[in-house]
């Protein structure tokens, strides 16, 4: 199983970024993929959701700024980000709770090594 982030960077307040999350070695359709976001000596931090049909959970912190998106044929999540400020500066992880059965009790939790995104000027 794999996760692996691509796309964080330093960008000004204002800038955009889009994150992606190629994931292999589990059936993709069957995750909930979120992104999560980590200062260092802080909480790892809710960013978004999506379900496998599509539906989608935000944070209040990133509503109406950052859009969660997937790609069940090419195994791929996706995080774009918009109108970033200084606080939105974290590492951001990818994170995929599948069920090898498609749902039911037997899950599993399944993380990327992250990737630091900045937003200064």
């Known amino acids: 199983v794999k996760l692996v982030e691509s796309g964080g960077g330093l960008v000004q307040p204002g800038g955009s970024l889009r994150l992606s999350c190629a994931a292999s070695?589990?059936?993709?359709?069957?995750?909930?993929m979120t992104w999560y976001r980590q200062n260092l000596d802080e909480e790892r931090d809710l960013v978004a959701s999506i379900g496998s049909e599509g539906s989608s959970h935000y944070a209040d912190s990133v509503k109406g700024r950052f859009t969660v998106s997937r790609d069940n044929t090419g195994n791929m999540a996706y995080l774009q980000m918009k109108s970033l400020k200084p606080e939105d500066t974290a590492v951001y992880y990818c994170s995929a709770r599948y069920w090898p059965s498609g749902g039911g009790s037997e899950y599993y939790d399944y993380w990327g090594q992250g990737t630091q995104v900045t937003v200064s000027s």
């Open positions: 070695g589990f059936t993709f359709s069957n995750a909930v």
